[in-house]
């Protein structure tokens, strides 16, 4: 058990409040009095207990804390609160990494007193600040299997460059209306053109503990009407070759019903899940067809 008194900002004079923190069994417990009042707060750990103690006990008077807890650019890391109780977080700084570890009751010159959601807010745009993550442009086609009847989605890529598609991949669940885009590694990217797919198959699947992913590949490009017309005739009626699909399920032939773009296939009841550093992105100009 601990206690800390902290002054807090939004008060005419001086005031503290105080703070005990103990364990009780799995749960970190703030015990808060303010103003001859006394507020309990039991979390997962300390970090979300002050902010729970914030939130209730102290936001509804006006009160911030004015500690590295309650500060604007201070926010733990899943390390900080799984390790240390959510006892010590991070100073963020837009761009950068998190380097500089600070007592969440401790306090500083440098402490921004913030109301519980503007810290969360800032902690989300430096997370997206530093973390370049890949956009990722394309659309979903529905595809249906000639052979088992079966209907399942598969991503297509698409991009101003080569850069902007290498090394995606998209994976498919045999179980329910969804997909994993996930990304080559170094290593799947050295392996025979055949192999790639497989093995990325068996390492994402593998991280997310999941055995409904499958690759859908192309098996053959069908000409779309007969070659046998004048060329006007040709260039009037011309219609790009259609992809033909493996089905995940079954091994038959697979033709596209419906193209939705990654926002329709996850408003109309399926999923698209990214995984690793990868944002999903729809292209502006997109209309369905
Ligand atoms: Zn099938």
Redesign the pocket.
Known sequence: MAEHLVFVIGSDDDEQIQLVTENIGQNCRITCRVRGETFTADEGDFFEALSTVRRRALEPKGLIPFCYGASLNVWPSGMARDMGQGLSAYKMQMGLPASELVGIFDQGPDVIPSRVEQQAEFAKEWIGSFRNRRKVEGYVLTLK?R??G?KFPHAIFSGDTDMAIDGLISLTSVERKELVVGELSAHEWKLEDAERISAACERISAALARTDLRPVRVVRWQKAQSTRLSFAAFRKNYKPPVGVYS?P??G?E?KSIQQQSWSELMTSGGHIEPFGELKLHDPSQFTQR
Do not use: D
């Open positions: 299997c052979r088992c079966s089905c399920k079954c038959g697979a």
